[in-house]
C-alpha cells in the first residue's frame, strides 16, 4: 500500500471578512492548511483517506520564521510529519508492505529518524544534501555513483492545447 502524503493551502483570499482564516505565503494570502495521507493500493486504486489536520497560521506569528532554529520540533509545523508517522504506524501494523511517499517537505531530521515497522519504507524528494555516513560521504554523490537499476517513461501532461511530452 501507499501512503501519499502532502499539505496544501487553501486560499480564500477573496474573502477578506471572513473570520478564521491565516495567512499562508504572504500576509496577504488569506486561507488555512490541510496536511492530508491518502491510502493507495499497489495497483493505484484510491482507498481514502488515512489522516488530515487543518490549521490556520496566527498572523502575529508573521515573520517569525527566522526564529524556526530555536524551537523544538514538537513547535514547528513540520512536526505534522512525525506526528502522522507516530498515528500510522499504530493505524497501519498490519499492512504487509507500506511505502511513505513525501514531498522535499518531509526531508526533516526528526521525520527520517521516526520509528518505522520493517515493513514500512519511505519515498521522498530530498532537499538536504544529507551525511550518509561521515562528513566526506553525502547523499546526493552516494545516489550519483549508484548504478541505474531502470528507467521508465513517462508521458506529462500538458495544458489542453499543446501534446503531452514524453520525461
Keep these: 500500500m501507499l501512503c501519499i502524503q502532502d499539505t ?15 495567512y499562508l505565503g504572504t500576509e496577504y494570502m488569506l486561507g488555512i492548511k ?5 491510502a493507495v493500493s499497489g495497483d493505484g486504486l484510491p ?5 488530515e489536520r487543518y490549521w490556520e497560521r496566527p498572523f502575529e506569528e508573521y515573520g517569525k520564521k527566522k526564529d524556526r532554529k530555536k524551537k523544538e520540533i514538537v513547535q ?12 500510522l504506524n ?5 499492512v504487509k508492505k507500506l511505502i511513505h511517499i513525501c514531498d522535499r517537505e518531509s526531508d526533516i531530521y526528526d521525520y527520517l529518524s521516526a520509528e518505522r515497522s520493517d515493513s514500512q519504507f519511505i519515498l521522498l524528494r530530498i532537499a538536504q544534501d544529507r551525511v550518509v555516513s561521515d562528513e566526506s560521504h553525502r547523499i546526493k554523490s552516494y545516489l550519483n555513483n549508484l548504478s541505474q537499476m531502470g528507467r521508465t517513461k513517462v508521458n506529462v501532461g500538458r ?7 514524453v520525461s
Design 90 to 94: 499504530e493505524e497501519l501494523e498490519g
Design 34 to 38: 490541510l496536511h492530508a495521507a491518502v
Design 159 to 165: 495544458n489542453g492545447k499543446e501534446a503531452p511530452r
Design 8 to 22: 496544501t493551502d487553501i486560499d480564500f483570499s477573496n474573502l477578506r471578512q471572513t473570520k478564521g482564516l491565516g
Design 76 to 87: 514547528k509545523e513540520s512536526y505534522r510529519w512525525v506526528e502522522f508517522q507516530n498515528t
Design 47 to 51: 482507498l481514502g483517506i488515512l489522516k
